[in-house]
């Protein structure tokens, strides 16, 4: 596989747990470097179309978003994020992977928005991918505010914690 960026291919196989089957650019690194979201190219190498154009590889965000998507997180995110401001992300996202396709390309395309899917939410993953990437995604925006609130919420239990110790001790 020939990559495409400065990361050596281990790393993001190593994330992902296999190796891609696709051309990708890292596009997010984390503060030490790692990568945190790939962008794919729209074809897999065999011609395989992959709607998945954000995808998101850094193990500690995966774990957090996959924890607000246990949480009721993606029927949360599509109740309050607007069906048209959803809809145009959507059609940004997927005109946008069009657009990669190489010139005269006449086989399977890629479908549907983020993550592959025509209409509301699919995965909180693929929108926050997005979004960590650039992206104007009103689901990732709102998954980026939910896990800030998460962290907040932690640190203070931290901290309320921390200030009972010792209390009522004898």
């Avoid at 596009?27 to 794919?40: H, K, L």
């Avoid at 693929?126 to 990437?133: D, T, V």
């Avoid at 992206?135 to 309320?160: S, T």
Wanted: glycine share 14%; hydrophobic share 40%.
């Amino acid at each position: 596989m020939e990559l495409t960026d400065e990361h050596p291919a281990r790393s993001v196989a190593d994330l992902l747990g296999r190796e891609p089957q696709g051309r990708y650019e890292v596009v997010v690194t984390d503060e030490a470097g790692a990568p945190v979201v790939i962008r794919n190219e729209p074809l897999l190498d065999d011609g395989t179309p992959m709607p998945t154009r954000y995808w998101l590889v850094g193990a500690a965000e995966r774990l957090a978003v996959g924890r607000l998507e246990a949480a009721g997180g993606v029927r949360r995110a599509e109740a309050e994020v607007g069906p048209d401001a959803l809809a145009a992300a959507h059609a940004t996202y997927a005109a946008e992977r069009d657009a990669a396709l190489p010139p005269g390309h006449d086989g399977p395309r890629p479908f549907g928005g983020v993550g592959g899917t025509r209409q509301g939410v699919k995965c909180l993953h693929a929108h926050y991918a997005w979004f960590l990437a650039g992206g104007d995604d009103p689901v990732g925006r709102w998954v980026a505010d939910h896990l800030a609130e998460g962290v907040d919420a932690q640190e203070e239990a931290d901290e309320d914690a921390d200030d009972g110790e010792g209390e009522g001790a004898p």
